[in-house]
């Protein structure tokens, strides 16, 4: 059971948006603009894709967009590739005992 | 490039302590905060300690206090991690992670990552 919520999957087809939820709590990802986002792909290294909630690092194409709300980050993919189909999952500062949680992660399908 | 590469595979019994080895190279080491995670089988990442590596200072989970140890050797460039009195449910991949910012300002973001290592702990 992971400490932020996403969820297990979404889906789009090629050229549209989605849009992926990370779900935590006042004492997280509503306290704190601390939110990051990765994607997976098997076998590679984690890539992480936006960070502090809504930048992008240098290379991350400006598809990727993040934001907040409440207690509530999203991860917004528009145009939709084939190449974004992925594993996606968000992290958040905690405070300082609890330093990062972890969000169960999302499998993008592209159809 | 700029990486983190780590020891190999471990198998311990309960009781024991392992020590698992993240070497940085490519970038200015004293520059980047670096953070060990954890994935057990089957479960989410979770944190485990975070280190300064200029001046070495350290923050561990409370739940690893006492067990967890976090150094580094700024000649070699290499950040361990040893944990000891290992249990059953210390199995899992462990991350070594270099955070995004540079000039020792955390972002909590990682932007490398090692390969994982595979701790397995069993009597």
């Known amino acids: 059971q992971s400490a932020l919520t996403q969820p297990r999957s979404v889906s789009g087809s090629p050229g549209q948006s989605v849009t992926i939820s990370c779900t935590g709590t006042s004492n997280d990802v509503g306290a704190y603009n601390y939110v990051s986002w990765y994607q997976y792909h098997p076998g590679k290294a984690p890539k992480l894709i936006i960070y502090d909630v809504s930048k992008r690092p240098s290379g991350v194409p400006d598809r990727f967009s993040g934001s907040k709300s409440g207690n509530t980050a999203s991860l917004t993919i528009s145009g939709l590739q084939t190449d974004d189909e992925a594993d996606y999952s968000c992290t958040s500062y905690a405070g300082f005992y609890t330093h990062v949680i972890f969000g169960g992660g999302t499998k993008l399908t592209v159809l | 490039q700029v990486q983190l590469v780590q020891s190999g595979a471990e198998v311990k019994k309960p009781g024991a302590s392992v020590t698992l080895s993240c070497k940085a190279s490519g970038y200015t080491f004293i520059n980047h905060y670096i953070y060990w995670v954890r994935q057990a089988p089957g479960q989410g990442l979770e944190w485990m300690a975070t280190l300064n590596p200029s001046g070495g200072l350290t923050t561990y989970a409370q739940k690893l206090q006492g067990r967890v140890t976090m150094t580094r050797d700024t000649s070699t460039y290499t950040i361990d991690m040893e944990l000891s009195n290992l249990r059953s449910e210390d199995t899992a991949v462990y991350y070594c992670?270099?955070?995004?910012?540079?000039?020792?300002?955390?972002?909590?973001?990682?932007?490398?990552w090692g390969q994982g290592t595979m701790v397995t702990v069993s009597s």
């Open positions: 992670a270099r955070d995004s910012s540079a000039g020792l300002i955390k972002s909590y973001a990682f932007d490398i």
